[in-house]
C-alpha cells in the first residue's frame, strides 16, 4: 500500500526546519567570522600559514574518510522516521561512529608517510605533528558531524543547530586562548584540536547517554558495504577538491601565498554561509517518501528551485564583488591584498553551489552514488592536474582559475545527470 503524505504539510516543516537552521547557521558563520578576523590579525603570516595547512588538512579527513558513513546514516534514518514516524534505537549511530572514527585513524596513518613525501609543513618543521593533531581534530569534528546528522533526519533541527553554534563558540574559544597565550605552530595544533574533541566528546556523550538502551550493541553487520564505498569515495573527492588548492599551495608555494590562498577560501566560505542550511534541509528533504518514491517530484524540485534562486543569488554575488575591495582591507588591515581578486574569482562557484544545491541530493536519492563517486574523481584529478600546472607561474590566483572552472563544470554535469534520469517525466 502507498503511504499517504500530507506534502504542504511537510513542506511547511521544512521551510520551519531551515529558518531554524539558518537563523543558527548565520550565529555559527558569525562566531566564525570573528575566528577569521582574530586568526588573520593575531598570528604571524607564518604561523597562520601554518594553521591554513592544519585545518585544511584536518577538515579534509573529517570530511572525507566518515563523511560517506555520515550521509549513509542520515539519509537512512531519515527514510525511516519518513516511513514508519517513529524513533528507533541507536545501533546504527554508534556502528556508523564506530566505522567513522576507524576510517579517520586509517586516513592519518596514510597520511603520515605522503605528508612527509611531499614536505607538506617542511618549512615548518612540523609533518609528524601536524598530520596528529589533525587527525585528532578530524575525530571531533566527525563525530560532532554524526550528532547533527542524526538530529537532523529526525528533523529536531534546533538541536543539530545547538550542537554547530556551540562547536563554532568552541573554536572561537580556542582561538582566543591561542592569541592569548605563545602563539606558535605547537600551541595552535593542540588547542584547535583539543577544543574539536571536546566538542564531539560531549556531544556524543549525550546522545549515548540520553538515547541508548542496555540492549543495544555495536556489531558489524554489513560493516563497510558497496554504499558506504561509493560514498567514501565521493567524499573524498568532494572534500579533496575543496582543500586540494591549498595542498598544491602549501608544497609549491610560500608562506604568503599560502595565507592569501587560506584567506580567501575563509571569506569565500561567509559568502557561502547559507549553504550548509542548505545542504542539511536537502539532505533530509530528499530522504523523505515523497520524493524518494516519485522522480517526478524529483525533477519538479530540481527545475523550481534553479527559477528561484538564479536572481537572488546573482544579486548576492554581484554585491559581494563590489564591495570585496573595500571591506577585505578593513578585516585583515591590508595584510593580505591579494585575497580580493583570489576571492573575486572564487566567487563564481559560490553561485554555481547555490543554483545547483538540489542536484547531488537528488542522485543520491535516486542511489547513483557510483556517478557521484565518478564525476568527483574526474573533476579532483583534473584541479589537481591544473593546480600543479599553473601554480608556480601564476600562484593562488591560477589556483582560483582553475578551481573555479572545474567546481563549475562538476555543478553543470551533476544538475544535467540529475534531469536526464528523470527526463522521461513530464515536469
Do not use: C
Not at 43 to 57: I, N, P, Q, R
Not at 177 to 201: D, E, K, Y
Not at 298 to 319: D, E, F, S
Not at 340 to 358: E, H, K, R
Request: proline share 3%; no cysteine; aromatic share 10%.
Amino acid at each position: 500500500m502507498a503511504i499517504q503524505v500530507d506534502t504542504a504539510e511537510l513542506s511547511r516543516a521544512f521551510r520551519r526546519g531551515f529558518a531554524t537552521t539558518f537563523a543558527a547557521d548565520l550565529v555559527a558563520k558569525a562566531l566564525a567570522v570573528v575566528t577569521v578576523i582574530v586568526l588573520i590579525r593575531g598570528l604571524s603570516v607564518s604561523v597562520y600559514a601554518y594553521t591554513t595547512l592544519f585545518l585544511t588538512l584536518a577538515q579534509f579527513a573529517g570530511s572525507a574518510s566518515a563523511g560517506g558513513v555520515r550521509t549513509r546514516y542520515l539519509r537512512e534514518e531519515a527514510e525511516r522516521v519518513s516511513r514508519s514516524g517513529a524513533e528507533g534505537p541507536e545501533d546504527a549511530f554508534l556502528n556508523s561512529l564506530l566505522k567513522g572514527t576507524v576510517l579517520i585513524i586509517a586516513i592519518g596513518l596514510v597520511a603520515m608517510p605522503l605528508v612527509r613525501a611531499v614536505g607538506l609543513g617542511s618549512a615548518f618543521g612540523t609533518e609528524t605533528n601536524l598530520v596528529v593533531y589533525a587527525t585528532a581534530f578530524a575525530g571531533g569534528f566527525s563525530a560532532a558531524e554524526l550528532v547533527i546528522a542524526r538530529y537532523q533526519a529526525r528533523r529536531r533541527f534546533a538541536a543539530a543547530s545547538a550542537v554547530s553554534v556551540a562547536r563554532a563558540g568552541t573554536l572561537l574559544g580556542a582561538s582566543l586562548v591561542i592569541l592569548v597565550s605563545r602563539p606558535n605552530t605547537v600551541g595552535v595544533s593542540v588547542w584547535l584540536a583539543a577544543s574539536m574533541l571536546f566538542i564531539g566528546i560531549v556531544a556524543t556523550g549525550l546522545v549515548v547517554w540520553k538515547g541508548v538502551s542496555g540492549q543495544s550493541t555495536w556489531s558489524f553487520h554489513s560493516w563497510f558495504s558497496r554504499e558506504d564505498g561509493w560514498l567514501s569515495f565521493y567524499f573524498v573527492g568532494a572534500a579533496g577538491f575543496a582543500y586540494v588548492d591549498v595542498m598544491v599551495a602549501g608544497a609549491l608555494l610560500s608562506e604568503y601565498q599560502i595565507a592569501t590562498l587560506g584567506a580567501s577560501l575563509r571569506y569565500l566560505a561567509i559568502v557561502q554561509g547559507p549553504i550548509p542550511a542548505l545542504g542539511a534541509i536537502l539532505r533530509v528533504r530528499t530522504s523523505q517518501v515523497d520524493l524518494i518514491d516519485s522522480v517526478a517530484n524529483q525533477r519538479a524540485m530540481v527545475l523550481t528551485w534553479i527559477r528561484r534562486t538564479a536572481l537572488p543569488a546573482g544579486l548576492l554575488i554581484g554585491v559581494v564583488i563590489a564591495l570585496a575591495p573595500v571591506l577585505i582591507p578593513q578585516v585583515d588591515g591590508g595584510k593580505y591584498p591579494g585575497s580580493v581578486a583570489v576571492l573575486q574569482i572564487f566567487l563564481i562557484t559560490a553561485f554555481s553551489a547555490y543554483l545547483t544545491a538540489p542536484g547531488v541530493n537528488i542522485l543520491m536519492a535516486q542511489r547513483r552514488y557510483a556517478v557521484l563517486a565518478s564525476t568527483y574523481a574526474v573533476g579532483l584529478l583534473l584541479n589537481f592536474a591544473g593546480d600543479v600546472a599553473v601554480a608556480r607561474q601564476f600562484g593562488v590566483v591560477g589556483i582560483a582559475v582553475v578551481s573555479s572552472s572545474v567546481y563549475v563544470a562538476i555543478d553543470l554535469v551533476l544538475i544535467a545527470l540529475a534531469l536526464r534520469h528523470t527526463s522521461k517525466v513530464a515536469p
